[in-house]
């Protein structure tokens, strides 16, 4: 049913007129001025703005991580683990499934939640550095602190960056508006920038070498940040392979004959394998997240 409605689409979107056609591709990908119309709606089609809103996608903001839903995806990552648990309890004939995919759309909810979490830190942490660069660089060309501020701009650092900008435009406390976009996730190093700026303009200390320093120890602080996750993929991706190897069981006991879904659903042997197997696969995944979160934790004591 689902491909002859895609072949029906398609056959009504190709035989329509151009000009339909066109305005079509406006509406599904948004039009930005000649440029998009010299480009054309096809290429623009097999980029990244229409697969970019196709799913939901997490937020980090001031007020903490929240769900936006782009026009063609109103549906989140998670929710598929509910069709695949009818899939699986209609197989298995049970309604243990569709049950345990409730309990896997929250757990997978979650963990897409701290991933964007860690994903807007580290978009926070190269904002900061970038700012403090730019800065350093306006004030070499000879610019005042609070023009060099304005001409550098803080994008990546959302409304608390506004508040800098504004501070710096209208002669506020730019020191305390930094410090207070440094309470945000990853934007720690604004701390650091306020000190200097405070400095600067209390003592007339050179705020560029200082913005200079910053940069380059929060470069350096990163470059270890992202050498150690490359050093943890070795880890993360066998204790996925591991954690993944029931499925495979599952798959290659049914290919065989044997109905493991049965057995594991109906009898009461089976229930006892998948609830000891479940606490295992369950200790093993947290085991492996216990071991890299502490050293993770152990390397960022050492870089304070």
């Known amino acids: 049913m689902a491909a002859v409605l895609c072949a029906g689409a398609a056959g009504r979107l190709a035989g329509g007129r151009p000009d339909d056609v066109r305005r079509r591709a406006r509406a599904l990908v948004g039009s930005h001025g000649e440029r998009d119309e010299e480009v054309g709606w ?11 809103w196709c799913i939901r996608r997490v937020v980090e903001g001031d007020a903490g991580p929240r769900w936006r839903v782009g026009p063609l995806g109103d549906v989140g990552w998670e929710l598929w683990c509910l069709p695949a648990g009818l899939v699986l309890g209609v197989l298995g004939g049970s309604a243990l499934p569709p049950l345990a995919s409730v309990a896997a ?26 700012l403090c660069a730019a800065v350093a660089g306006e004030l070499r060309a000879g610019r005042q602190p609070a023009q060099a501020l304005l001409a550098a701009g803080t994008p990546g650092l959302g409304t608390a960056g506004s508040a800098v900008t504004a501070a710096a435009r209208y002669g506020g406390d730019v020191p305390q508006a930094l410090r207070a976009a440094a309470r945000l996730p990853g934007a720690e190093g604004l701390t650091g920038m306020a000190a200097c700026w405070q400095v600067a303009v209390e003592g007339g200390a050179g705020l560029a070498r200082g913005l200079e320093r910053i940069a380059a120890g929060l470069s350096a ?13 070795g880890p993360r991706a066998t204790a996925l392979m591991l954690a993944l190897l029931p499925v495979g069981g599952l798959l290659m006991g049914s290919a065989l004959g044997a ?18 197997g479940g606490l295992l696969e369950w200790g093993g995944v947290a085991w492996t997240a216990r071991i890299v979160a502490a050293a993770e934790g152990t390397r960022r004591r050492g870089l304070r």
């Open 105 to 130: 759309a929250f757990l997978v909810r979650r963990w897409l939640i701290a991933r964007g979490a860690v994903r807007a830190r580290d978009r926070r942490a190269a904002a900061v550095i970038t």
């Open 42 to 52: 096809r290429a623009r089609l097999r980029g990244q703005d229409v697969r970019k």
């Open 221 to 233: 602080q990163r470059d270890q940040r992202d050498e150690l996750r490359a050093q943890l993929a």
């Open 259 to 276: 109905d493991p879904l049965r057995v594991l659903l109906h009898t009461p042997a089976g229930w006892g394998c998948l609830v000891i």
